[in-house]
């Protein structure tokens, strides 16, 4: 995971523990879901870019 993703989920874990109001952590929880998914489909199309650009069947 990018460090810019870690960060990310680090500030909401903070927010989380942080939070009473169950409705807002519940979201935050949500919220940490959608990044870690962001990452994983980051990481996901950097090995496709990766792959395709040593493909030599498609140069």
Known sequence: MD???EWMQQQIAQLQENE????KRAFLTAFAD???E????????QGEIDGRAW???RW
């Open 55 to 57: 493909d030599h069947t």
């Open 34 to 36: 959608v990044v870690a």
């Open 20 to 23: 009473p109001a169950y409705e």
């Open 3 to 5: 460090n810019n993703y």
């Open 38 to 45: 962001q990452a994983k489909r980051q990481t996901q199309m």
